[in-house]
């Protein structure tokens, strides 16, 4: 699998399971590595947070070309931050890795990639790494330029907290929504502006409603919504387009297929995200 960076506005789906990586034999049709999701924006190549996947879309980048990547945390959760030690242009000379996100507990970005993601259980020493590394301290809530890519940010509803990123390119849009859960007596705000009238939410829906209010093993205040929430949040917010995410990894591809049904029949632009999906917003 190859990925190509576009002039236009393309989505790439590389890891789109929650919590943990989980293969095996009842998760090959929608993958069972964890959040990474690639936008090729006007010539740019953007990535959203480093879970398993980002091993899978390193492998697919050609190792003779050198690289410019603009990355993107939510939060720093393990399911985020696992491909980090594995993504091979990082150890490559000659890359340019620009790396956003907001740290926690006042550190800078730097402190806290080094010291935290790349921490001393990282199977491979930081000193290996020959990619040029820039970073930039993310404030959620404001809104910053890539030249004419207009990405704005703002928080989600998480346990520790996670920021969302929507992207704006030439009148198309895409919104990265995860990890959140939704309210229970009012839509989020957030997420409403965030995902205005966009051609695509990517929208964290790792449980049904039955499993979230489920009596005996209940859901709620874990920090992940329903797919029936994401509905809701696409249909309010005026969305073109609903991709459901960050699949629950004991979730197998047959109850998957069960759900993407009952997703399009609630909603004509919903589907469920598969590793190595592309998605056109142009």
Not at 18 to 35: E, F, L, M
Not at 112 to 125: A, G, I, Q, T
């Amino acid at each position: 699998m190859e990925t190509i960076l576009s002039s236009e506005f393309v989505v790439q789906f590389w890891g789109v399971r929650g919590s943990v990586p989980s293969p095996g034999k009842d998760t090959v049709r929608y993958g069972g590595n964890t959040s990474c999701v690639e936008m090729h924006v006007g010539g740019k190549r953007l990535i959203f947070d480093g879970g398993t996947g980002l091993r899978m879309l390193g492998k697919s980048l050609e190792p003779s070309q050198p690289i410019e990547a603009y990355w993107f945390f939510t939060h720093y959760h393990w399911d985020h931050i696992q491909g980090v030690p594995f993504f091979i242009p990082a150890f490559a000379e000659g890359n340019t890795l620009h790396i956003h996100g907001s740290a926690p507990e006042g550190a800078t970005m730097q402190e806290h990639f080094c010291d935290r993601v790349l921490h001393v259980n990282s199977p491979v020493p930081f000193k290996e790494i020959q990619a040029d590394l820039k970073y930039y301290d993310l404030v959620c809530g404001e809104t910053m330029m890539l030249d004419d890519i207009t990405i704005e940010t703002g928080h989600l509803n998480h346990p520790n907290g996670a920021m969302g990123y929507r992207v704006s390119w030439q009148g198309h849009s895409a919104f990265y929504c995860t990890d959140t859960e939704h309210f229970p007596d009012h839509p989020d705000p957030n997420v409403l502006h965030l995902g205005r009238d966009a051609d695509l939410i990517i929208y964290d829906a790792m449980y049904t409603d039955e499993e979230y209010h489920n009596q005996k093993t209940p859901k709620v205040g874990w920090g992940h919504s329903t797919w029936q929430e994401g509905v809701k949040a696409a249909k309010a917010a005026g969305a073109k387009r609903l991709a459901i995410f960050h699949h629950e990894p004991n979730h197998s591809d047959d109850f998957l297929d069960t759900v993407e049904i009952e997703v399009k029949d609630t909603f004509d632009g919903g589907f469920l995200a598969r590793e190595g999906m592309m998605v056109s917003l142009t």
